[in-house]
C-alpha cells in the first residue's frame, strides 16, 4: 500500500479564536483554554482623564465595553497580567478574578503586588525565562514602558511569548517601545502572531509611552508573521486610530500585515 511520506510532517493546527475586547483586553481561546490577557472591565468613564491638554480631557475607559464580553468572561480559565496600570488590570477585574478564583501568571516584579490584592497568582517570569504553561511554554520578554526619562516611573512591565500545542506562536509584546529585546523576539523567534499596543499613548509631559509611528512601522516591517494591532480608541492619552493607522499602513504597503479588529471583534487565525 502506498504511504504519502509528507503525512508524517503534517502538523495538526487547532483552533485559535483572539477575542479583541478593548485597549489591551483580549481573549485567546483554544479548544481547552480560554485565556484572558490584560483585563480593563471597569465601566465607561470610572477612571480620570490621563491628559488635561495634550489630548481632550475625558474620563477613562473612553467607550464601554462589548455586550458580548460577559459571555466570554465566564468561560475564562486562566489571566496573563503584563503590569499593573488600570489599563491592563482595574478593580474590576480584580473582584472577577478573586471570585472565579482565576490562575493568573506575571512578571515576578509584580508578583507581590497582585497577591496582596488577592489574586490567584500561581506563576510569576523573569525577562527571557521560559516556563511550562498549559501544556506548551511561555517566556518572559522585556519590555520598556515609554522613550528616555518617562520609563523609569512607568514602572515594570513583562511581555510573553507563547508556544501552545500545535497553535500559532504569539507574541504579546505588552506597553512598550521597539528595544533590542522586541527585534530579538521578531528576527530570532519568529512569531507567527505578535499583539502590538498602537495608539501612541502620551501624557501631556515627556515622550511617548509605547511605540511611536516610526517604530510601529519598523516593526509591522520585521516581522515575518501577522500584526494584530490594539490599544486604541479606549483611553484618552491614545491619539493614533484605527482610521490614522490604517492610512499609515496603506501608505506604506504594509496593510496586509496587520489586523485591526474593532472593539468586540473575534479573529479566527487558523
Not at 501552545?164 to 517601545?177: A, C, E, V
Amino acid at each position: 500500500m502506498h504511504v504519502n511520506r509528507s503525512l508524517h510532517s503534517f502538523k495538526i493546527r487547532y483552533m485559535l479564536k483572539i477575542h479583541h475586547i478593548r485597549n489591551a483586553t483580549m481573549i485567546l481561546e483554544t479548544e481547552k483554554d480560554i485565556i484572558l490577557i490584560d483585563p480593563m472591565l471597569g465601566n465607561q468613564g470610572i477612571m480620570p482623564s490621563f491628559t488635561l491638554f495634550r489630548h481632550k480631557a475625558r474620563k477613562n475607559p473612553t467607550v464601554p465595553l462589548p455586550d458580548n464580553t460577559n459571555l466570554l468572561l465566564e468561560k475564562v480559565t486562566h489571566c496573563l497580567i503584563t503590569h499593573q496600570h488600570p489599563d491592563h488590570i482595574d478593580n474590576k477585574a480584580v473582584a472577577l478574578l478573586i471570585k472565579k478564583n482565576i490562575p493568573v501568571t506575571c512578571g515576578v516584579k509584580d508578583e507581590k503586588a497582585f497577591k496582596k490584592r488577592g489574586l490567584n497568582v500561581v506563576q510569576s517570569l523573569k525577562y527571557w525565562e521560559q516556563q511550562d504553561f498549559l501544556g506548551g511554554t511561555i517566556e518572559g520578554i522585556p519590555a520598556k514602558h515609554g522613550y528616555g526619562f518617562v520609563a523609569k516611573p512607568m514602572g515594570n512591565v513583562i511581555g510573553f511569548y507563547l508556544k501552545l500545542p500545535n497553535q500559532k506562536s504569539i507574541y504579546l509584546s505588552s506597553d512598550t517601545i521597539y528595544t533590542t529585546a522586541v527585534d530579538t523576539v521578531l528576527k530570532e523567534y519568529k512569531p507567527d502572531i505578535s499583539v502590538l499596543a498602537t495608539g501612541a499613548a502620551q501624557f501631556d509631559l515627556f515622550k511617548q509611552l509605547i511605540m511611536n509611528t516610526d517604530d510601529i512601522l519598523k516593526f509591522v516591517k520585521t516581522t515575518s508573521g501577522k500584526v494584530i494591532a490594539n490599544h486604541m480608541e479606549a483611553i484618552n492619552h491614545c491619539p493614533l486610530t484605527r482610521v490614522k493607522l490604517k492610512k499609515l499602513l496603506a501608505k506604506n504597503n504594509l496593510a496586509q500585515k496587520v489586523l485591526i479588529p474593532e472593539d468586540g471583534e473575534m479573529m479566527d487565525m487558523n
